[in-house]
């Protein structure tokens, strides 16, 4: 267990802009929000997963809502705690601790401020190990837990319990409330037992995204290159050197979709590559041939200052390194493939793990 | 026949010209800026009305273009005493007003902010009412102790009326001396930084009216009786009633002067303007004879805000910049002698070589009171080591390489487009530069900006978020142009004049339905 105050914080929204892979919700109003919770209720509590107790009973808390809903109607803070609360109350339980569905983007620094309030740890795990836009593509899916309940608040007060027949479901339904809330909300859903954590959440994410944020924030005062130190701590590979040559997005449905093509710059002269998104990063193809498929992590990252930029940020111009990570384990069998892999998108491309794809 | 003046004040200079009613040059100057400002501003208007022979109740329209609110934010000089009210309980709580501004700035304006109920959904529903007696209460609590007020509303951007209501009820308890600054009129969406672009514009608010009476003292002590204006940053002209409104919006007006300015001096509507001073290369892009906007948020004075602005990307290139060569390497700058060229720079007996030095040696360039260019060669190669050609070459290769980066920064797509010289050091540019179709050094070139502050229009823009679910988009698109076109006959524009710059509606991510509406345009004010 270790203590997490607001310089940690600036680092695990950092690294959790990485995780994000392009998507995610920008981090900033999650970040200034957790750092006004850690300044009024004190610091928070992060534990390891293999220390919770097997019938500790835990709660992911999370942002639900449309990204530029996000930025206008900030927070009340209250919704969390109504939608905590309020999953207390069905249970008829206490919940021992919270703990990240998504550590990428947003929702990698959200709960924190809840944990900071009711003074509970906060687990160093979550659902994903990245980003994903929907709510059953977590890693809890692959192992049957189901979504439900579901605690849903609005900053006004509302608030709903879902019972749904499978977790596509809740995506479904509470994205249709959200809708009549404002375009926002928060969430409680898959409360697990401790048991159920330790074998399926995403162990060590936080921990993770700290080091993220670190070697990109830190590396300048120690002389080294903040973009080594972050492919180094990411164990991340280097997929391609150059400069944004050309966007194309377009709003499709609930997603910003679009194409990102890079020119190659470097030991890339004269390649190309394109880099697909929804929402978040899903494929890079270097010369038409992929380099990386979701579920692994595509990071795109600014060459000059070594920090992520989001898929909505996007600009002609900008010298731009692709990195690309090993997804988690749990993503990666059929089961982890059918979920958030590249079919789940509507790509023809199997998945190939990025390691072999790089095999030189 | 009537002619116009456009003044344009920078960190070193303050430039002039005088035009004819065809924005014809008939005379131009750059003067030193003093540290008061208006005698610099007196100098500049004094030269060119004395350089040709014209009927001073003929100059009837005094542009200025300043960088006197920046400065003022930069070096915390000033700046009032605010109050801040944010309409929107109980949303928005979790995040402070003020939340992220450097801690000397937050003390400095005072610990007057408060929230209050209000604010709209997306889609124009309520979030709550406004409570009058709970905005009287904090109203009542300000009183006699802030000099202006910031008022931001959530999706105040669709629905105004909220944020007018409470300026309403301000001016009632506070008086009309307290002036007020609603969100709506000064950022886009995203309340964070609107907000702090209203906190910026609130605390501004007195320095803006000193700038405006000093300007119009400075013009009436000239025996002029001019109509005077003063730039803002999308390229249009506020009168001095609405600068002491919202003066935060003629930051970045510098930049954006001159874009305009070197694209009417070129004649090109679409283009890349590079305004070359003596520490920086400040690129821009002209799309229809108005500068870029950015999409970034950007900082100001340590904070985040999303108003407006001209996307400009600097390099360290100007004529005063520093040039040292080191194993075997030339490294410009990017920290440059800046307005002590005359005192520092090899050319006139100093012992630092500038970029101007090479130029100046090579006979490129002439200064008044520099060396021979025989002699500054000798100098030279005493200093750097290297012979002149050499050095020299090695200079140009680095200029080039770092001009053609800026302008591959500020291109949108591959295409090769024209790319314009303006500013004092605009000699330093290459006359080829890669990616460009033209490199172009139009006539009056180092007062582009000025000329750029007297050729601006008016102009108006509105965004909001609609429900397609429930508004047409269509009609809804063209309701928010024709306010915008009202608006801006009302601010004084010919009707005929009026041109449509943006009109866009923009689906959003995650809301099916929701539509963001934008709409720009501009217009004469005078002929």
Redesign the interface.
């Known amino acids: 267990m270790r203590k997490i105050g607001t310089k940690d914080i600036e680092y695990i929204a950092m690294g959790s802009t990485v995780l994000g892979t392009g998507g995610g919700g920008d981090p900033y ?1 999650g970040k ?2 957790v ?3 850690i300044n009024t209720y004190g610091e928070a509590s992060l534990v390891n997963a293999e220390d919770l107790e097997d019938d500790a009973l835990i709660v992911p808390i999370a942002a639900f ?5 996000l ?8 919704e969390f705690m109504k939608a905590f609360e309020m999953m207390e109350e069905y249970l008829g339980k206490k919940i021992d601790a919270v703990m990240p569905a998504e550590a990428g983007g947003l929702n990698g620094v959200i709960p924190f ?1 809840v944990a900071a309030e009711k003074n509970i740890p906060i687990v160093d795990a979550d659902g994903m190990g990245r980003a994903f836009p929907r709510l059953e593509m977590v890693t809890f899916t692959l192992h049957n837990i189901p979504v439900s309940p579901i605690a849903q608040a609005d ?3 509302n608030r709903n319990i879902y019972h749904t027949i499978d977790n596509v479901w809740g995506e479904t339904l509470v994205g249709a409330t959200t ?1 009549q809330m ?2 926002s909300c928060a969430i409680g859903c898959y409360p697990m037992s401790g048991k159920q954590v330790k074998k399926a959440a995403v162990h060590g994410i936080v921990t993770y995204a700290q080091k993220l944020g670190e070697a990109i924030l830190d590396s300048k005062d120690k002389n080294l290159s903040p973009l080594t130190s972050l492919i180094k701590e990411a164990s991340a590979i280097k997929l391609f050197t150059g ?1 944004i ?2 966007v194309t997005i377009k ?1 499709e ?4 979709k679009g194409i990102c093509e890079i020119m190659g710059l470097d030991e890339n002269q004269g390649n190309f590559m394109d880099l697909d998104f929804q ?1 978040e990063f899903l494929m890079a193809k270097k010369d038409g041939r992929p380099m990386a498929i979701t579920p692994d992590l595509i990071v795109l990252i600014d060459a000059e200052n070594a920090q992520p930029i989001t898929a909505e ?1 996007v ?4 010298r731009v390194v692709v990195l690309g990570m090993k997804a988690d384990v749990q993503w990666r069998t059929p089961e982890g493939i059918a979920l958030g892999g590249p079919q789940k998108f509507g790509y023809k491309e199997k998945f190939i793990p990025i390691e072999e794809l790089n095999k030189n | 026949m009537y002619y116009k003046i456009g003044v344009d004040v920078g960190g070193t200079n303050t430039d002039a010209v005088l035009v004819s009613h065809t924005n014809e040059i008939l005379a131009k100057t750059k003067q030193t800026t003093t540290l008061d400002v208006s005698s610099g501003i007196r100098n500049a208007i004094n030269v060119v009305i004395s350089e040709v022979d014209v009927p001073k109740e003929d100059i009837k329209y005094i542009m200025l273009g300043t960088t006197h609110c920046t400065n003022a934010l930069v070096e915390r000089k000033e700046l009032n005493s605010i109050g801040a009210i944010r309409i929107g309980l109980p949303a928005s709580v979790s995040i402070p007003t003020m939340a992220d501004f450097p801690d000397d700035l937050k003390i400095l304006l005072g610990e007057h902010n408060y929230m209050v109920h209000g604010g709209y959904e997306f889609d124009g529903r309520l979030i709550s009412s406004l409570n009058e007696e709970e905005v009287k209460k904090y109203l009542f609590a300000m009183k006699g102790e802030v000099e202006s007020l910031a008022i931001t509303g959530i999706f105040s951007k669709t629905l105004p009326d909220q944020e007018l209501q409470v300026a309403d009820w301000a001016k009632e308890i506070l008086g009309s001396d307290v002036r007020t600054s609603c969100s709506h009129q000064l950022g886009g969406l995203g309340l964070l930084e609107r907000e702090n672009a209203a906190i910026l514009n609130a605390a501004l608010q007195k320095v803006a009216s000193k700038m405006v009476d000093a300007f119009k003292n400075t013009v009436h002590e000239l025996g002029l009786s001019s109509q005077l204006f003063i730039g803002q940053n999308d390229g249009t002209l506020m009168s001095l009633e609405q600068v002491q409104d919202y003066p935060v919006l003629t930051i970045s007006s510098g930049p954006t002067n001159s874009i305009r300015g070197a694209g009417a001096l070129s004649k090109v509507e679409n283009g890349i303007v590079i305004d070359v001073g003596g520490t920086t290369s400040d690129g821009g892009v002209l799309v229809n004879f108005f500068p870029r906007e950015s999409t970034q948020a950007a900082q100001i004075g340590g904070v985040l805000t999303n108003f407006r602005m001209p996307d400009v990307v600097a390099v360290g290139i100007g004529g005063g910049t520093i040039v040292r060569f080191a194993n075997n390497q030339c490294i410009l700058g990017p920290d440059s002698v800046g307005y002590q060229l005359k005192e520092k720079a090899l050319a006139f007996g100093g012992d630092t070589p500038t970029l101007s030095d090479f130029f100046i040696a090579n006979d490129e360039l002439k200064i008044e009171g520099a060396e021979e260019p025989s002699t500054l060669r000798k100098a030279m190669e005493k200093n750097t080591g290297y012979t002149f050609q050499e050095a020299l070459t090695v200079v140009k290769n680095e200029i080039q390489l770092a001009i053609e980066k800026l302008v591959d920064k500020l291109k949108t797509d591959s295409k090769e487009i024209p790319v314009i010289a303006c500013g004092g050091g605009a000699f330093l540019l290459p006359k080829e530069i890669n990616g460009a179709s033209s490199v172009i050094f139009p006539e009056h070139l180092e007062v582009a900006n000025a000329f750029g502050a007297c050729i601006a229009q008016i102009g108006c823009e509105e965004e909001m978020v609609i429900n397609t679910l429930q508004n047409d988009e269509n009609s809804a698109l063209e309701q928010l142009l024709e306010r915008v076109k009202k608006e801006l006959l009302k601010n004084g524009a010919l009707e005929d004049s009026i041109n449509i710059l943006a009109k866009e509606s923009i689906p959003l991510a995650y809301l099916p339905g929701a539509v963001k509406l934008k709409v720009k345009v501009c217009g004469d004010l005078i002929r």
């Open positions: 109003i200034l929000l750092k006004q919770a809502g449309a990204p530029m809903i930025v206008e109607k900030l927070f009340s803070g209250n401020a900053e006004k007060g809708i404002g375009g400069k040559s050309k709003t449905g609930r997603w910003n929402n940020s600009q002609y111009g900008t």
